[in-house]
C-alpha cells in the first residue's frame, strides 16, 4: 500500500525534544515532489508546521528556531526534531506530501487541506 506512518509522540516535558519521523512505504520518498508536517491541537484547524521540497529547493518552518525538517532518502524517511516544547505545541502531528510542485511555504499554509496524501497521526503532549 502506499502510506506515510508516523512515529515518535508521546509525553515530554516542556523544554524537552522529540524527533517524529515519517516513513513512506509503497513508493521512495521521491514519488513525491513535496512532503511536511503538520499539527492539530484540539479545537484548532490543521496547521502547518515545516515543509521542504524533495528535491531541497525549498524550506518552511512555522516555529522557527526549535523544529527542523529532515529527510533519509536511503529510509524513505522524514523527520522533525522538535526542541525546546512548549505546552502550546502540544497536538496531533501528521505527515503529509503530495506529488504536485509546490513551494515548501504554500504546502504549509496555502494547500493544508488539498494535500494528496496522508498519514494517520502521532500524538505530541507536552506537559510537565
Known amino acids: 500500500q502506499v502510506q506515510l506512518v508516523e512515529s515518535g509522540g508521546g509525553l515530554v516535558q516542556p523544554g524537552g525534544s522529540l524527533r517524529l519521523s515519517c516513513a513512506a512505504s509503497?513508493?521512495?520518498?521521491?514519488?513525491?515532489?513535496?512532503i511536511g508536517w503538520f499539527r492539530q491541537a484540539p479545537g484548532k484547524e490543521r496547521e502547518g508546521v515545516s515543509c521542504?521540497?524533495?528535491?531541497?529547493?525549498s524550506t518552511y518552518e512555522s516555529v522557527k528556531g526549535r523544529f527542523t525538517i529532515s529527510r533519509d532518502n536511503a529510509k524513505n524517511t522524514v523527520y522533525l526534531q522538535m526542541n525546546h516544547v512548549k505546552p502550546e505545541d502540544t497536538g496531533v502531528y501528521y505527515c503529509?506530501?503530495?506529488?504536485?510542485?509546490?513551494?515548501?511555504?504554500?504546502?504549509?499554509?496555502?494547500?493544508?487541506?488539498?494535500?494528496?496524501?496522508w498519514g494517520q497521526g502521532t500524538l505530541v503532549t507536552v506537559s510537565a
Open positions: 503529509a506530501a503530495d506529488r504536485r510542485t509546490y513551494s515548501a511555504q504554500s504546502m504549509c499554509t496555502i494547500y493544508v487541506k488539498y494535500l494528496e496524501r
Open positions: 509503497g513508493v521512495t520518498l521521491d514519488y513525491y515532489a513535496v
Open positions: 521542504i521540497t524533495i528535491d531541497g529547493g
